[in-house]
């Protein structure tokens, strides 16, 4: 089916570990996006990436590593996983041309504790 | 730097309500304002877009509406139902970047 899927929806780990949360878009859409949803705080941007092989910090990219090797795949990474990296993870994408018809489309999320 | 605010944090009405959401913003130079409706553990569903050139916009019984030069959005919602409960959340597309920011959000509760 066409849309935006993430995986895993649910993880549990522990500090200390790598973890990579994976984003699958079908529409071909140039944009991605990784948000991260904190009580208090909103859905912050972690890193953005605008075509395949080009990607971009956004408010909080501390401890995240992402890549864009493929148009439709956006992963990120947490590298050394830490308790204040527990929350709840929205990836997006769109076709974003500077105009105000652009928009961002979500995926479920995936819900992140690192114990 | 665009900061985007949501006024009441949460809301408790009976059913039946008509009520307002209201969202601001600190630059006024934007692509567009969308509202965004969040169940509990759930994703975000798009409710409304707001093109910058324009000033309201309607989906059955909700109506959004953007003041640009005074930074303001509102999200009315005519005769509230249960099935309305949820966290409504307003994400400004500043113009000349690529990335939206969203205010916290405001938490709404119909009471049946």
């Known amino acids: 089916d066409a849309g935006i899927t993430q995986s895993p929806r649910y993880k549990i780990t522990e500090t200390g570990r790598q973890v990579t949360l994976m984003c699958h878009q079908t529409?071909?859409?140039?944009?991605m996006f990784w948000y991260r949803q904190d009580l208090g705080h909103g859905l912050r941007l972690i890193y953005y990436?605008?075509?395949?092989?080009?990607?971009d910090k956004g408010e909080v990219p501390d401890g995240y590593v992402v890549s864009r090797s493929k148009t439709e795949n956006f992963p990120l990474t947490l590298e050394s996983a830490t308790r204040s990296q527990t929350s709840v993870y929205f990836c997006?994408?769109?076709?974003?041309?500077?105009?105000?018809?652009?928009?961002?489309?979500f995926g479920p999320g995936t819900r992140l504790t690192v114990l | 730097k665009q900061e985007v605010t949501q006024i009441p944090a949460a809301l408790s009405v009976p059913e039946g309500e008509n009520l307002v959401l209201n969202c601001s913003f600190t630059?006024?130079?934007?692509?567009?304002l969308q509202w965004f409706r969040q169940d509990p553990g759930k994703g975000l569903t798009s409710l409304l877009l707001?093109?910058?050139?324009?000033r309201e916009q309607t989906s059955g019984r909700l109506n959004a509406s953007l003041d640009k030069s005074s930074g303001r959005s509102t999200l009315y919602i005519a005769a509230s139902q249960p099935g309305d409960s949820a966290t409504y959340l307003c994400?400004?597309?500043?113009?000349?970047?690529?990335?939206?920011?969203f205010g916290t959000g405001t938490r709404l509760k119909v009471l049946a």
């Open positions: 997006a994408s769109g076709l974003t041309a500077g105009a105000s018809t652009d928009t961002q489309y």
């Open positions: 529409w071909s859409h140039s944009y």
């Open positions: 990436s605008a075509a395949a092989d080009i990607t």
């Open positions: 630059d006024s130079a934007i692509y567009n």
């Open positions: 707001i093109q910058s050139s324009q």
């Open positions: 994400a400004v597309l500043t113009s000349g970047t690529y990335k939206y920011i």
